[in-house]
């Protein structure tokens, strides 16, 4: 029997050990592991530096794991924890899947202990985990808002739905400042007594006497404006006759002032008018000068009368009266 020989080359699959890279040469039948890709493919024949495996003139895919093995999932926040973890499938939910999404910029991540992944118990929070079981993995959010898991983009936005505007009322009945969403329910925000009032004054009307004063309030109980309406007083009774101005007499000069004196004695020192006033202080100050007068009204004198106890001979213009001599 004759034996042929047929170089075949190589027909064993060799299974590389380091991840796919696009910079080095593969020979023919080599599997190849995309690092996190969770693929694999096989060469056709040699493949040059710089091939990238979408061609299939060198790379078939060989291997593809099952949805099952991957164990994160991400989602879009509905408003509560419970909805959000229902949009994980049946078919993904199991014991250790991570659960990500995003809550007003806060990114979430739970971990499911459960073994059992009914509804019932996939939201049940007895079931899921937090803290130190948080997500690994290249996890980074694209320019446009979605996850991108492990260099590849994923169709799951990375925010929480948009949060309804609160509707905010004071009541004057339970004295707290209220919130609502749906201006039907109203939940207590904080009470009126923790608020410090910002008062406004209003009107200040006066009353004619006997009337009562009153304040009215407008505005709210957060910023009040009292309004005053306030009477005059009644008319006081006549007070008693003054004592006036007592004039003790006249000197021509300070020197005839005399030594001693009692508190309040008045002199007017002078021979023609203005005639400078002096009162006598004490022992020590004595006389001081407190001003000066230019006439002398005829009522100054007791009943207009000039006697001789004013001292010498002067002339007191009477304002118009006839002029007296003292």
Not at 281 to 286: A, E, F, H, S, V
Request: glycine fraction near 10%; charge should be negative; charged fraction near 20%.
């Amino acid at each position: 029997m004759k034996t042929q020989t047929t170089n075949l080359g190589k027909v064993a699959i060799t299974v590389e050990k380091d991840y796919w890279n696009i910079n080095k040469e593969y020979d023919k039948l080599v599997v190849v592991e995309v690092e996190n890709g969770y693929r694999s493919y096989i060469s056709r024949k040699v493949v040059p530096i710089g091939t990238n495996l979408s061609d299939r003139d060198y790379w078939i895919p060989f291997s593809k794991l099952p949805e099952q093995n991957f164990n994160m999932y991400f989602a879009t926040y509905t408003g509560d924890k419970e909805t959000t973890r229902l949009q994980v499938p049946i078919h993904l939910r199991r014991k250790g899947l991570y659960l990500t999404y995003v809550v007003n910029d806060k990114v979430i991540t739970e971990w499911y202990n459960g073994n059992v992944t009914n509804d019932e118990a996939f939201v049940n929070d007895i079931n899921w985990m937090y803290g130190s079981n948080m997500l690994v993995g290249d996890i980074t959010i694209s320019s446009d808002g979605y996850w991108i898991v492990n260099g590849e983009k994923t169709n799951t936005k990375a925010q929480g739905e948009k949060g309804e505007k609160p509707i905010l009322g004071a009541n004057t009945y339970t004295g707290y400042l209220e919130y609502s969403y749906d201006n039907i329910n109203w939940y207590n925000l904080i009470p009126f007594s923790t608020l410090t009032p910002d008062i406004q004054i209003g009107t200040i009307e006066t009353l004619s006497a006997g009337n009562k004063a009153s304040i009215t309030k407008s505005g709210n109980n957060v910023k009040p404006v009292l309004n005053f309406k306030i009477p005059m007083g009644n008319t006081g009774a006549k007070g008693d006759k003054g004592d006036g101005w007592k004039l003790n007499g006249w000197v021509d000069t300070i020197d005839d002032l005399p030594s001693n004196a009692n508190f309040g004695d008045t002199y007017l020192v002078g021979t023609n008018i203005p005639y400078k006033t002096y009162i006598w202080k004490n022992n020590n100050i004595k006389w001081v000068e407190v001003g000066s007068i230019n006439e002398l009204k005829s009522e100054v004198f007791d009943g207009g009368r000039a006697d001789t106890v004013y001292g010498g001979s002067r002339t007191i213009n009477c304002g118009g009266a006839a002029d007296i001599n003292v």
